[in-house]
T-cell receptor, first 112, second 113 residues
Framework: RKEVEQDPGPFNVPEGATVAFNCTYS??????FFWYRQDCRKEPKLLMS???SGNEDGRFTAQLNRASQYISLLIRDSKLSDSATYLC?????????????FGRGTQLTVWP | NAGVMQNPRHLVRRRGQEARLRCSPM?????VYWYRQLPEEGLKFMVY????????ESGMPKERFSAEFPKEGPSILRIQQVVRGDSAAYFC???????????FGPGTRLTVL
């Protein structure tokens, strides 16, 4: 079983739409959770950390459900510039530092 | 404030040659991580280093691959006797002491002919 699983998509949505991505992780001892975005042939860029209480950053809202080992990302009012691959990431079990486990990513295309 | 720097950005090697990839962490960051991304694959952890110490190398292939982060200078990922299967994007990330957020460099794209 993979450490992190995501629906690969692709998701194709019009500008202004709301879109949600989900992922699941296998290790219940994981401590830190993130969403990164990766543009084609570029490096991953940290979008936001995900906290147990849920957190919001502008149009982006992340949720964590530890009981279900499930992480979500909601993007409201999609922009063309949101087109990218969104990576669900969790850290090494039992530690807040060290190696990260990446999902394969969910591809999003926002069309005008 | 310069981010994570990697060089070269593109590297072409013939089978059997050596590849050296360099990474300079963000200013103030003392933790360095190397990840590999094969075409159409997710990022896979390779190694985690602090200055002069390898903390976790559980993702490194047992042969031909080595990494260091000396007291002075950049971190180096070294691949000896490269094979075609080593062709990939190699990303370096860094974090500050006590932080769990990793910031990535632009990567080195290695092509083995």
């Amino acid at each position: 079983r993979k450490e992190v699983e995501q629906d690969p998509g692709p998701f194709n949505v019009p500008e202004g739409a709301t879109v949600a991505f989900n992922c699941t992780y296998s290790n219940s001892a994981s401590q830190s959770f993130f969403w990164y975005r990766q543009d084609c042939r570029k490096e991953p860029k940290l979008l936001m950390s995900v906290y147990s209480s849920g957190n919001e950053d502008g149009r982006f809202t992340a949720q964590l459900n530890r009981a279900s080992q499930y992480i979500s990302l909601l993007i409201r009012d999609s922009k063309l510039s949101d087109s990218a691959t969104y990576l669900c990431v969790v850290n090494k079990e039992g530690s807040t530092l060290g190696r990260l486990y990446f999902g394969r990513g969910t591809q999003l295309t926002v069309w005008p | 404030n310069a981010g994570v720097m990697q060089n070269p950005r593109h590297l072409v090697r013939r089978r059997g040659q050596e590849a050296r990839l360099r990474c300079s962490p963000m200013k103030g960051h003392s933790h360095v991580y190397w990840y590999r991304q094969l075409p159409e694959e997710g990022l896979k952890f390779m190694v985690y280093l602090q200055k002069e110490n390898i903390i976790d190398e559980s993702g490194m292939p047992k042969e031909r691959f080595s990494a260091e982060f000396p007291k002075e200078g950049p971190s180096i990922l070294r691949i000896q006797q490269v094979v075609r299967g080593d062709s990939a994007a190699y990303f370096c990330a860094s974090s500050s002491q006590g932080s769990n957020e990793q910031f990535f460099g632009p990567g080195t794209r290695l092509t083995v002919l």
